[in-house]
């Protein structure tokens, strides 16, 4: 079945980097466009990033020149480089498909940003 495993978050002071990994399982991989997602306390979910399976880019404009997304085919593993990260990045981050996500999502990985 589609899994999810997300992974890397954790507290971080502001102007920090982190790097987030998901591991996903049970899709055709490499055909699919790919996506982070996240999800701040009270707020909806909402989509931060994803890459084509040609590797196009697309960015949420709130994080657009801090973060980069990028995918491994093989090991079927997409990647969130958060650099300079601010307090509204706070959430936990999921990733899924882009453009319609699968029903089934993971636990999420918590990114706090916090002096």
């Known amino acids: 079945q589609v899994q999810f495993v997300e992974s890397g978050g954790g507290l971080v002071q502001p102007g920090g980097s982190l790097r987030l990994s998901c591991a996903a399982s049970g899709i055709i991989f490499s055909g699919l466009t790919m996506a982070w997602y996240r999800q701040a306390p009270g707020k909806q979910r909402e989509l931060v990033a994803t890459i084509s399976s040609s590797r196009i880019t697309m960015y949420a404009d709130s994080v657009k020149g801090r973060f980069t997304i990028s995918r491994d085919n093989a090991e079927t593993t997409v990647y969130l480089q958060m650099n300079s990260l601010k307090p509204e990045d706070t959430a936990v981050y999921y990733c899924?498909?882009?453009?319609?996500?699968?029903?089934?999502w993971g636990q999420g990985t918590q990114v706090t940003v916090s002096s």
């Open positions: 899924n498909r882009g453009g319609l996500p699968f029903r089934s």
